[in-house]
């Protein structure tokens, strides 16, 4: 199949992948393009939201509909980075073998991440970089295609661990939840009120999405897209000579070239789903905020004077 004929199919696709997914989750249209637009990518979303807005039954749902193992991880404040990665145990002939944790799956739902301390937190580091495990000096690789889609509520900071600024960067989307319109919510407790329960048809297989993350990466992409795109990061750094008033005055620290990588990634599948062959600038605007809302940082005086992230961002355009 030419490349071309590869994203016409991706394009059909993508719109039943929405129909099967549109049969559980509700409204959310912005949180379900960017969770598969990260799925096509090969990247991880950290999915933000107060409780009861399906953050948890949208990573079900996705997983179920892309056909691939699904492990969910409740994030405790007692869990250990064994529970996850998986521990050496002595067997009957007293030889240490290796037990998998459940970081041995396609999807990983890294329910409530926050609530873990940092040392349970960073053992998702190499996993989610390096896509592998090291237990005992052994390296284990993890089978591909491999997503951490985590979830955090924003509203409880007490016995919570803030993301280190490390780990937070190794998500490709930060992607808020909003509450459901009127009409939307009606629907909802309508379908979880009746005996009826809908089923997710799956429409993939593992080697068909590796097959269209490796398409999106073959999609050809212009300089001067990826100037801006380039740009556009740059000017989040306070220091820079691009910034902007806003950035100066309201940013302790800006993206780094994680960034850029991610939103040319995140454009070219942006315009691939879209039936597009090459991804063009507003393609690249499309996927900012979702990208650059968790990699800046601001300062005492943007919180004080309540200047959100989203005006900073929009300020870059």
């Known amino acids: 199949m030419s490349e071309v004929a590869a994203v016409n199919n991706l394009v059909e696709k993508y719109h039943q992948l ?3 997914i549109g049969k559980v989750i509700i409204g959310q249209r912005e949180a379900v393009n960017f969770t598969l637009l990260s799925v096509f990518c090969g990247g991880h979303s950290l999915l ?5 807005l399906a953050k948890t039954l949208l990573v079900n749902t996705v997983s179920d509909a892309l056909g691939l193992n699904f492990k969910r991880i409740q994030f405790t404040p007692d869990l250990m980075p064994s529970d996850i990665l998986g521990s050496e145990i002595l067997d009957e002939n007293r030889k240490f073998k290796f037990l998998k944790g459940p970081i041995f799956s396609n999807i990983i739902l890294a329910d409530e991440i926050n609530r873990t301390p940092p040392k349970t937190q960073a053992a998702l580091l190499e996993a989610m970089q390096e896509r592998s495990v090291t237990i005992a ?10 997503y951490v889609l985590a979830t955090q509520n924003p509203i409880e900071q007490e016995g919570t661990y803030p993301l280190p600024e490390a780990q937070l960067d ?9 509450y459901p319109t009127f009409d939307e919510e009606v629907a909802v407790v309508k379908n979880t009120t009746s005996s009826i329960t809908q089923r997710v048809n799956s429409l993939f297989s593992a080697q068909e999405i590796v097959a269209i993350q490796q398409l999106i990466r073959k999609i050809p ?5 990826i100037e801006y795109a380039v740009k556009l990061v740059g000017k989040t750094r306070p220091n820079s000579v691009e910034a902007t008033p806003l950035v100066k005055k309201y940013l302790d620290w800006g993206a780094g070239p994680r ?5 040319i990634l995140a454009a070219k599948a942006h315009a691939a789903v879209h039936g597009k062959y090459s991804p063009d600038i507003e393609d ?3 996927v900012t905020l979702p990208i650059l809302s968790h990699r800046i940082v601001k300062n005492y005086k943007a919180e004080a004077e309540g200047v959100s992230l989203s005006e900073i961002i929009t300020s870059l355009f």
């Open 137 to 146: 000096g052994n390296q284990y690789q993890l089978d591909l295609p491999f």
């Open 18 to 20: 929405k129909q099967e």
């Open 48 to 52: 933000i939201g107060v409780p009861g």
């Open 221 to 225: 992409v212009a300089d001067n897209v």
């Open 284 to 286: 690249v605007k499309a």
């Open 170 to 178: 190794r998500f490709m989307f930060s992607i808020n939840l909003e």
């Open 259 to 263: 960034a850029s990588q991610n939103l």
